[in-house]
Each structure stands twice: as C-alpha cells, then as structure tokens.
C-alpha cells in the first residue's frame, strides 16, 4: 500500500486549502482514513476520520473549520481546510487502517499558516 499526500503550501490566516490523499495497492473503500498532523517540536495529533461508509469525526480544535471526505472511486481521500490559523502550521499526515487492523502511514505534507 502507497499512500501520497498532497496539497500542502503558505496560506495567510484565514484562508483555505485542501489536501488530498491518494492511496493505491489495497481496496480503499473498505478502509478507515485518517488524517494527522505534526506542529513544529510537539507531538503528532489526530486531526479528522473518515469510514468506509462516510461516517466523519473531528478533533475538537478544528470542528467547524475542516471537512474530511472521500471519493472511493478515486481511492482519495480530501482535507478541507477553511478559517485556517497559525495554530494548525504542521506536516500533515494520511493514515490507512485495513479492515485486518494493519496501518499505512503516508509521506507529510507541510501546511504553513501566517498571521
């Protein structure tokens, strides 16, 4: 399993990007998706997740301001991001877990928020 992140960049303080994860090599309808992020110097935090049949939670830091979804016909998973703040600057990250239970982690992307 590959697991390709994209759509990371510099944004200024209230404004908007979407990520985009891109998994090949297992059948991704069926797998759990989540996304992750790594502040500089803190530890790495659970941000958004996804199931196979579309059922959606957030970490409370960012309820309201992003939307998970996907398109399993694409084997992609997305990150809407509105309202951004510097706060949530961070490598992003994608998570697969198979219906066995093993995990995939994908390469970061790296999202900047300026003030």
């Known amino acids: 399993v590959q697991l390709q992140a994209s759509g990371g960049g510099l944004v200024q303080a209230g404004g908007s990007l979407r990520l985009s994860c891109t998994a090949s090599?297992?059948?991704?309808?069926?797998?759990?998706m989540r996304w992750f992020r790594q502040p500089p110097e803190k530890e790495r935090q659970w941000v958004a997740a996804?199931?196979?049949?579309?059922?959606?939670d957030y970490a409370d830091s960012v309820k309201g301001r992003f939307t998970i979804s996907r398109d399993n016909r694409k084997n992609t998973m997305y990150l809407q991001m509105n309202n951004l703040k510097p706060e949530d600057t961070a490598v992003y990250y994608c998570?697969?877990?198979?219906?066995?239970?093993?995990?995939?982690w994908g390469k970061g992307t790296l999202v900047t928020v300026s003030s």
């Open positions: 998570r697969m877990t198979e219906d066995s239970g093993k995990v995939y």
């Open positions: 090599g297992h059948p991704f309808n069926r797998s759990m």
């Open positions: 996804i199931s196979g049949t579309g059922f959606t």
